[in-house]
């Protein structure tokens, strides 16, 4: 079983002392994004956790508590764009994410550091220019602590049209996505790093590019040594090549101010959620209530232990 942490929200950055506490209690209850009421029990047993894929734009608050995750295996999907505060408002600066993506490859291996540059927005202040200057500064600060970097263009969400509308947000043009492509995949492998697209639909293999696999079984089966017997996650878009998970997030609950993120689009709601964070809770951000109905996932592992190196 893989263990995704999270594509709602932002736990190594805020939750951690919550995933910590979980991972000691061995269990987390996760809500139904549909049906709220519904909870499911999810075992986080090493016996049946084959790995850990943490989403994060700024892991800093976890680095010193890795400590508490000696019997799992994990790595870490980190974004790292350099957009203002006028998209990015609450986050740290870039040169104190960049030291702490060099902190963290550095206690786990850049193998476990994946440099995630998305979304691409273009727009008057964030040009095509801009953005090859931009990866290139970061390339070069980054390609001795990572081993890949994915890219992706923003996605116009209807739930969160308005708000980028406001912000002068659209897709890049056919032509932009390949001029950026072009320049992107130049300075990727002149720095050594393998490039791909995550849930992309078009095909830029002409410019070195491959669709990816952000929870990757084939990165999965070599970490662990074993090979893992997980089919593709067929919960997510049809362009995402991600094998199956189960996430343990709780959407409009992330704090980093982002303002095309697709996982928060009522700030009233992510508040009140945050308002509500229990790091004693098996819940992330919420309680059970007597309208809440538990139910105990089947777990177990997808390792072949058989074929371990």
């Not at 931009?134 to 969400?157: G, H, M, Q």
């Not at 791909?196 to 070195?208: H, N």
Request: charged content about 25%; aromatic content about 10%.
């Amino acid at each position: 079983m893989i263990i995704s942490a999270s594509r709602r929200t932002d736990i190594p950055a805020f939750f951690s002392d919550w995933f910590i506490n979980r991972l000691n209690e061995q269990y987390a209850f996760v809500r139904n994004p549909v049906n709220i009421h519904q909870i499911s029990k999810i075992s986080l047993s090493p016996d049946v956790v084959d790995c850990i894929v943490f989403w994060s734009k700024n892991p800093g608050p976890m680095i010193d508590k890795l400590n508490a995750l000696e019997s799992y295996m994990y790595y870490f999907q980190f974004t790292l764009n350099a957009y203002g505060k006028d998209l990015e408002t609450d986050l740290p600066d870039v040169e104190t994410r960049i030291h702490t993506f060099q902190a963290l490859s550095r206690r786990i291996g850049k193998m476990r550091v994946i440099w995630r540059y998305d979304p691409i927005i273009v727009n008057d202040r964030y040009s095509v220019d801009w953005h090859i200057k931009r990866f290139r500064y970061l390339a070069e600060r980054l390609c001795p602590y990572t081993e890949k970097v994915t890219i992706s263009f923003v996605d116009l969400y209807a739930k969160i049209s308005r708000t980028l509308k406001d912000n002068n947000i659209y897709e890049p043009s056919r032509i932009q996505k390949d001029v950026l492509a072009e320049n992107l995949s130049e300075i990727a492998h002149r720095h050594g790093l393998i490039i791909d697209t995550c849930a992309e639909d078009i095909d830029l293999s002409s410019y070195g590019i491959e669709h990816g696999r952000c929870i990757d079984d084939r990165l999965i089966s070599k970490l662990l040594g074993c090979p893992v017997d997980t089919a593709k996650d067929k919960n997510q878009r049809p362009n995402c090549g991600c094998i199956a998970s189960i996430d343990l997030g709780f959407y409009n609950t992330c704090q980093n101010g982002c303002v095309y993120c697709y996982a928060n689009h009522n700030s009233g709601i992510r508040k009140r959620n945050f308002q509500s964070y229990d790091p004693l809770s098996p819940l992330l951000c919420s309680h059970v209530t007597e309208l809440d109905k538990i139910t105990e996932r089947k777990m177990k592992s997808q390792n072949n232990k058989l074929f371990c190196i």
